[in-house]
């Protein structure tokens, strides 16, 4: 697969989600992006849905799955979003890990946190973006 990458996080119910959504948007389809978790939950999070739709990305869609070998064999690069997910993959698989800042720890909840945490992975997913063009 040409241009493409795997977001994974434990629950794949929000973060993940939210990165592959946004590569969506920001690449315009050029890169096909994937999601995934260590330990899916039963969801996704409302709140990043509504956060996304905010910013003209769409992840109403998404439902939380496992791990695809296949995926992670096939994709150009595997972005771990966070601490919790700690997946083990052959050394050859080209991973990175973005741990994000996390608002609840200093008190910031709801939309306010969802946008703060939408903002950072946005940027973040712009970069890779513009390296996987290259």
């Not at 709140?47 to 905010?54: G, I």
């Not at 939408?118 to 290259?134: G, K, M, P, T």
């Given at each position: ?12 119910a ?32 409302h ?8 910013a ?14 296949r995926v ?16 083990q993959?052959d ?8 741990v ?8 910031i909840t ?25």
């Open positions: 697969m040409a241009n493409s990458v795997l977001f994974i996080c434990s629950r794949n929000g973060k993940s989600q939210m990165a592959a959504a946004l590569m969506d948007y920001i690449s315009e389809g050029k890169v096909t992006s994937y999601s995934a978790g260590t330990n899916p939950g039963s969801g996704i999070n709140e990043a849905v509504e956060s996304l739709s905010q003209g990305a769409d992840m109403l869609q998404g439902t939380p799955k496992a791990i695809d070998p992670v064999e096939q994709v150009d690069r595997v972005v771990i979003l966070g601490s919790d997910a700690n997946p993959f050394p050859s698989i080209k991973t990175e890990r973005w994000t800042y996390e608002p609840s720890e200093d008190g709801g939309a306010e946190r969802m946008n703060m945490i939408r903002d950072e992975i946005a940027d973040r997913v712009r970069e890779l973006f513009h390296e996987l063009e290259r």
